[in-house]
């Protein structure tokens, strides 16, 4: 069993910065990606950033240049900070990640999530 715990999510005035984290743990021998979903209201979940276990990254369109994804292997954790924040970000934020397990293979797993607010 693995289990993702986010932070970071709140309240942030237009143009702030807020920094997420998500930490794995569990029965976890290696994380291949790790990244960051939103889903804003009445909206479908979209990518915002990803990255996988060699550093490479990918970002959405609507982020990239505000928000930088990274990750630190040892503490199987995954960070996006995000700036500029604009209100169009508000969304409730998901970590994602594709583990390979100890026993069983690889495998995707989900955060609970975590509210952004950005208000104008």
């Known amino acids: 069993q693995v289990q993702l715990v986010e932070s970071g999510g709140g309240l942030v005035q237009a143009g702030g910065s807020l920094r997420l984290s998500c930490a794995a743990s569990?029965?976890?021998?290696?994380?291949?990606?790790m990244g960051w979903y939103r889903q804003a209201p009445g909206k479908e979940r979209e990518l915002v950033a990803s990255?996988?276990?060699?550093?490479?990254?990918n970002y959405a369109d609507s982020v990239k240049g505000r928000s930088t994804i990274s990750r630190d292997n040892a503490k199987n954790t995954v960070y996006l900070q995000m700036n500029s924040l604009k209100p169009e970000d508000t969304a409730v934020y998901y970590c994602?990640?594709?583990?390979?397990?100890?026993?069983?293979?690889?495998?995707?797993?989900w955060g609970k999530g975590t509210l952004v607010t950005v208000s104008s």
């Open positions: 994602y990640c594709n583990v390979n397990r100890l026993w069983g293979g690889a495998m995707n797993y």
């Open positions: 569990g029965s976890i021998f290696s994380i291949n990606i």
């Open positions: 990255i996988i276990s060699g550093g490479s990254t």
